[in-house]
């Protein structure tokens, strides 16, 4: 698990970070919480929003789900860099009503639905819902991808070293399924973070380098 120190500390700073920024805006507020898997952005996410009483979408809802496990294999880890996030269905159906104000809504998808027969994956078939909200907190792996851009306020990295990654990756998943995840993503998120959204990059880092979980 995310040390619970550290992150009660970070989610105070984002907290007064975006308290200070908010205002500069006339339009509701969105903040994008970026990081590698297992670097605890989710749980700090969580965090920030009950103290903010922000809004809270994930990043997960937009997974590209119309492609099979083959397909993915067969990509480039630039490819799946690229493509894994539907970030076009996310911008249409979740960030720009919020920033206008509006209540959104959209399909999520469904990662207990497993494969259909066809190989491919699904959505829930209940729609899901957010109200407008005078701040937004978008949290989850390629959250702040250069054609977001526009609709961002503030972009946060969270950062942890690789052994705490692998460890917290570890005590929430499947052995399986693990296995074939680093297969798969491990490189997409290296190229991502380092070719398409190094640190440098980002409004606000947030390291925890000195704990192991």
């Given at each position: 698990?995310?040390?619970?120190?550290?992150?009660?500390?970070?989610?105070?700073?984002?907290?007064?970070?975006?308290?200070?920024?908010?205002?500069?805006?006339?339009?509701?507020?969105?903040?994008?919480?970026?990081?590698?898997?297992?670097?605890?952005?989710?749980?700090?996410?969580?965090?920030?929003?009950?103290?903010?009483?922000?809004?809270?979408?994930?990043?997960?809802?937009?997974?590209?789900?119309d492609v099979t496990d083959q397909g993915w294999n067969?990509?480039?880890?630039?490819?799946?860099?690229?493509?894994?996030?539907?970030?076009?269905?996310?911008?249409?159906?979740?960030?720009?009503?919020?920033?206008?104000?509006?209540?959104?809504?959209?399909?999520?998808?469904?990662?207990?639905?497993?494969?259909?027969?066809?190989?491919?994956?699904?959505?829930?078939?209940?729609?899901?819902?957010?109200?407008?909200?005078?701040?937004?907190?978008?949290?989850?792996?390629?959250?702040?991808?250069?054609?977001?851009?526009?609709?961002?306020?503030?972009?946060?990295?969270?950062?942890?070293?690789?052994?705490?990654?692998?460890?917290?990756?570890?005590?929430?998943?499947?052995?399986?399924?693990?296995?074939?995840?680093?297969?798969?993503?491990?490189?997409?998120?290296?190229?991502?973070?380092?070719?398409?959204?190094?640190?440098?990059?980002?409004?606000?880092?947030?390291?925890?380098?000195?704990?192991?979980?």
């Open positions: 698990m995310p040390d619970k120190g550290f992150l009660a500390g970070a989610a105070d700073l984002l907290i007064m970070e975006i308290r200070a920024r908010r205002g500069r805006v006339p339009h509701p507020f969105i903040v994008a919480i970026d990081g590698r898997s297992g670097a605890g952005k989710s749980t700090l996410a969580a965090q920030v929003a009950r103290g903010l009483s922000a809004a809270l979408l994930s990043t997960d809802d937009f997974f590209a789900a067969a990509r480039t880890v630039e490819q799946r860099a690229s493509d894994a996030l539907d970030w076009r269905r996310l911008r249409a159906e979740a960030l720009e009503p919020l920033r206008l104000g509006h209540p959104a809504r959209w399909r999520a998808f469904d990662f207990s639905g497993g494969a259909r027969p066809d190989g491919t994956y699904g959505m829930r078939p209940e729609p899901a819902e957010l109200a407008a909200n005078p701040v937004i907190i978008l949290e989850g792996a390629y959250s702040s991808r250069p054609e977001l851009a526009d609709l961002l306020d503030f972009t946060v990295l969270v950062e942890a070293p690789e052994p705490a990654r692998r460890a917290r990756l570890a005590a929430r998943e499947d052995p399986a399924f693990l296995a074939a995840w680093h297969e798969q993503w491990e490189g997409a998120e290296e190229h991502y973070f380092g070719e398409i959204r190094p640190a440098s990059s980002f409004h606000l880092v947030i390291s925890n380098r000195d704990r192991k979980g």
